[in-house]
């Protein structure tokens, strides 16, 4: 039995997953958090949050590394930890740094941080000949619109710190890039507290589907467990409307992103790491959208599992334990797996939504998740709006997609009207609210077929 270190967490289904798979696998964990009610608050309505059933449950700073890091020393010489994760992007450097400083498995700090860090990932992949798109970092608005004139309009404006697509946007002109760099600099912390960089990342627009490969990276080599497909909408914003897996595109195009997510994870130096890393398939072959050094979210490591019964959860603890991860594929009868995000269309407060009972009643529907009434949404602009979710199986072959899609056109959200300031204020809020699954005011109790 080990007994691992987790150092916060998103509050999305991946908070229940980690726990889940470090409790199959016979272990037992730590939780250590700088703010305890994040969690109380985001408690599920069938009990507390499956984080505080931790063996023991520490309150520090983890956004002060310098403090952290001996506090976690001290820690370890009581309890002896095996190994340490995490499943928020926003602290994946400190679980890679103190894996280092307490001498315990895991990716160096150093590929890590280049994986966190959009900026220094195209530098790195780059440099390496790992192809993408071009790109230019900045420093401020007038640089931008010098390196706007060069790439050529239109392209993409990102943070380079920021996660679920949040401040992502296509900019066809000067004023709308000015407008994004706006954007960006009134945004000086992330929703953990963390200070931002204050860089612009101009992007070649890509064309293309989009997929995300999965794969499990230890012992010095990569193992590709499957691509997955995904659905974006809500331009000029990029938010991720659905998923399906494996992903309904050709063999030979698989295997050439299979093999540019192999070529980035190897330029970056990530090793004992599970990664998914998103592919644009344009028509001059695949280029590198992201490389995340952690499992997929909204929910694509169930599909996988549905599809598979490889379980990325529970491979991501074993690579922290320095064990080897079963990835073994095994008949599940579900030929395809698939989910379809909401999103709200209209800004106003939730009264409800319609057409649940008929969905949930279908025999292809694994999960449907929704929002409850009460909460005061916006039109969405990132991945962090979703109203729920339905995900769906497909047991003869590859139409999982359609049926998510064709049975979340069921589900129709009403509102009620509410002041404009209260709106403008949720608007402010959801650009605080880091999302992974699907929004954090979400249930976190999926409610199976």
């Known amino acids: 039995m080990g007994h691992l270190l987790v150092i916060e967490s998103w509050v999305g289904s991946m908070s229940r997953l980690l726990p889940r798979a470090i409790r199959e696998g016979g272990h037992e964990f730590t939780f250590v958090t700088r703010d305890l009610h994040h ?27 310098d403090t952290l890091l001996p506090r976690l020393d001290r820690l370890h010489g009581v309890f002896a930890f095996d190994g340490v994760v995490s499943s928020c992007d926003y602290y994946l450097p400190a679980v890679a740094r103190t894996a280092e400083r307490l001498g315990l498995p895991g990716p160096t700090a150093e590929a890590v941080r280049a994986a966190c860090r959009k900026d220094l990932t195209r ?14 970092v900045c420093g401020d608005p ?41 954007a960006l600099s009134e945004f000086p912390l992330n929703a953990r507290g963390q200070d931002r960089s204050p860089v612009f990342l101009l992007e070649e627009l890509l064309t293309g589907p989009e997929v995300s490969v999965e794969t499990v990276s230890f012992d010095g080599a990569t193992h590709v467990v499957g691509v997955t497909d995904k659905s974006i909408g809500g331009a000029p914003a990029f938010i991720e409307t659905g998923h399906m897996f494996p992903a309904a595109i ?70 922290a334990l320095g064990r080897t991860p079963d990835l073994t594929s095994r008949p599940t009868g579900v ?39 009460g909460r005061t949404v916006r039109a969405a602009t990132s991945n962090n709006e979703y109203l729920g979710h339905v995900m769906t199986a497909d047991t003869e072959g590859g139409d999982a997609r359609r049926s998510a899609e064709r049975l979340l056109a069921h589900l129709r959200p ?36």
Do not use: W
């Open 39 to 65: 969690y109380l608050r985001a408690a599920p309505a069938d009990g507390p949050h499956p984080l505080l059933a931790a063996h023991n449950v520490i309150t520090a700073d983890t956004n002060d590394i």
């Open 123 to 136: 530098r790195q992949l780059a440099e390496a000949g790992v192809s993408g798109p071009h790109f230019a």
């Open 142 to 182: 007038v640089q931008a619109a010098a390196a706007a004139r060069e790439i050529g309009y239109p392209l993409v404006v990102k943070p380079v710190d920021l996660c679920g697509g949040m401040l992502v946007r296509e900019v066809r002109d000067a004023r709308e890039l000015e407008l994004a760099c706006r």
């Open 250 to 319: 050709g063999p030979a195009q698989a295997g050439d992103a299979a093999e540019t997510a192999v070529q980035a994870i190897k330029a970056l130096g990530l090793d004992q790491v599970v990664c998914h890393t998103e592919i644009k398939l344009t028509p001059a072959g695949p280029k590198v959208v992201e490389v995340n050094p952690r499992p997929a979210g909204n929910r694509i490591t169930e599909l996988v599992r549905h599809v598979t019964g490889v379980d990325l959860a529970a491979a991501c603890v074993d690579v």
């Open 335 to 373: 030929r395809s797996a698939a989910i379809a995000f909401l999103l709200p269309e209209a800004s106003g407060i939730l009264t409800g939504i319609e057409g649940a009972d008929g969905v949930r009643d279908q025999p292809e529907v694994l999960e449907i998740t929704l929002a409850e009434p």
């Open 414 to 449: 009403t509102y009620e009207d509410c002041a404009a300031e209260e709106c403008a204020a949720e608007g402010r809020a959801a650009e605080g609210r880091a999302a992974e699954e699907c929004s954090t005011e979400l249930s976190e109790a999926a409610v199976s077929a």
